[in-house]
T-cell receptor, first 108, second 113 residues
Framework: RKEVEQDPGPFNVPEGATVAFNCTYSNSASQSFFWYRQDCRKEPKLLMSVYSSGNEDGRFTAQLNRASQYISLLIRDSKLSDSATYLCVADYGQNFVFGPGTRLSVLP | DTGVSQDPRHKITKRGQNVTFRCDPISEHNRLYWYRQTLGQGPEFLTYFQNEAQLEKSRLLSDRFSAERPKGSFSTLEIQRTEQGDSAMYLC???????????FGQGTRLTVV
């Protein structure tokens, strides 16, 4: 089993749609979780941290289920500018492990 | 610009040559990470430093790869005797403290021909 797995994608959705990404991690000792966004041929940029209680930042909501070792990202009212690859990240000891990413294309 | 900076942005080299990349982290960050990313994949961990100490290395980091962070500031990643399979984006990231969010530089894209 890979350390961090994500929905294979790609996701093609119309503007205004709600889209959810799922991620699972294998290390039950992981404590920190993040979602990064990566545009084509650019570096990953931090989108949001994921907290146990769940957290929201505008149109973005992240959830963590420690028992199931599952993380999710919900994007509401998607915009064309949301088109990117979304990377799920968990800490493994003292480094971060990235998932393979899920590509999102928001269509006009 | 106070972000993470990497140099060069692009490097084309012939197979068998040595290359060296530099990363300047955010100044107050004590942790520095190197990742490698190929098309369609997420970044793969290579190594990380806390201050000047290299604390962990991935098995991906063969003996042709070496990284340093003298004085706990900038870091260099050297690849000796490059192979075509080394072609990738090499990303540097830094963070402050343990398991805090990491911020990435723009990467060095290596092409081995």
């Amino acid at each position: 089993r890979k350390e961090v797995e994500q929905d294979p994608g790609p996701f093609n959705v119309p503007e205004g749609a709600t889209v959810a990404f799922n991620c699972t991690y294998s290390n039950s000792a992981s404590q920190s979780f993040f979602w990064y966004r990566q545009d084509c041929r650019k570096e990953p940029k931090l989108l949001m941290s994921v907290y146990s209680s769940g957290n929201e930042d505008g149109r973005f909501t992240a959830q963590l289920n420690r028992a199931s070792q599952y993380i999710s990202l919900l994007i509401r009212d998607s915009k064309l500018s949301d088109s990117a690859t979304y990377l799920c990240v968990a800490d493994y000891g003292q480094n971060f492990v990235f998932g393979p990413g899920t590509r999102l294309s928001v269509l006009p | 610009d106070t972000g993470v900076s990497q140099d060069p942005r692009h490097k084309i080299t012939k197979r068998g040559q040595n290359v060296t990349f530099r990363c300047d982290p955010i100044s107050e960050h004590n942790r520095l990470y190197w990742y490698r990313q190929t098309l369609g994949q997420g970044p793969e961990f290579l190594t990380y430093f806390q201050n000047e100490a290299q604390l962990e290395k991935s098995r991906l980091l063969s003996d042709r790869f070496s990284a340093e962070r003298p004085k706990g500031s900038f870091s260099t990643l050297e690849i000796q005797r490059t192979e075509q399979g080394d072609s990738a984006m090499y990303l540097c990231a830094s963070s402050f403290g343990q398991i805090a969010e990491a911020f990435f530089g723009q990467g060095t894209r290596l092409t081995v021909v």
